[in-house]
């Protein structure tokens, strides 16, 4: 399959016409959609040969594809976990204790199967603590689901997101195509409000439980694989 986006200051008629006569002989074919890798549960090590200043910490967990109507509880189970700096993870991980540089977060999806992870850079020496606080954090989503308060706000963050996030021509002909992938369609702020409209915070805490049953992955010095 052929996917062109395009965006910018143009004609729309003249860049379907030249679209036309670029791609219009092209014949379509369906999607190849691969069936999802299995994942591991138990924790995988990655040793490095020479000592580094950073350890890094990641954390990978199969999620429901984008067009289920699980993966937008995940997404906001994800945000109220880690969001940049904040979250529960983050506040707890930067900013009381001290252990991590950052947090990246993030939903992926090749437009069937999806995937959350999240990575962390973390001084080598704290790394046995940090991984003892992640666990703690991934627990607690279990025993101490969102609140309304939590929910409400990862929708937010969501739309204006959604409103905010892509302005150059680059991020928006990615934003169209990951749509266009994951949905078939492009979504309006809309359409994405009424989705996020019909989850509850009772389907976020449902999420909870397969959400904190993922893989650990540490990358470090002088530690051997172990599996």
Do not use: C, M
């Amino acid at each position: 399959p052929v996917l062109v986006v395009v965006a910018g200051d143009v004609d729309p008629g003249l860049a379907l016409e030249r679209l036309e006569a670029a791609f219009g002989e092209i014949a379509a074919s369906s999607a190849v959609r691969p069936a999802a890798p299995a994942l591991d549960a138990s924790p995988l090590t990655v040793p490095l040969p020479v000592a580094v200043a950073q350890a890094q910490l990641g954390y990978i967990a199969a999620a429901p594809g984008p067009s289920e109507p699980a993966a937008d509880a995940w997404r906001l189970l994800l945000y109220v976990l880690s969001h940049g700096y904040e979250g529960r993870l983050g506040r707890k991980a930067i900013s009381d204790a001290g252990l991590a540089y950052y947090i990246d977060s993030r939903y992926r999806a090749d437009g069937t199967n999806a995937w959350v992870t999240l990575s962390t850079g973390v001084d080598p020496d704290k790394l046995a603590a940090l991984a003892a606080l992640f666990r703690e954090e991934l627990a607690r989503l279990v025993t101490e689901p969102p609140t309304a308060a939590e929910v409400a706000e990862a929708k937010q963050h969501r739309l204006g997101r959604f409103v905010s996030a892509a302005q150059s021509n680059d991020e928006l002909t990615s934003r169209l195509a990951t749509e266009w992938l994951w949905y078939g369609e492009l979504l309006t702020r809309d359409a994405l409000e009424r989705r996020l409209a019909a989850v509850s915070p009772a389907d976020v805490a449902a999420a909870a439980r397969a959400f904190a049953a993922g893989t650990f992955v540490t990358v470090a010095h002088g530690e051997g694989p172990n599996r």
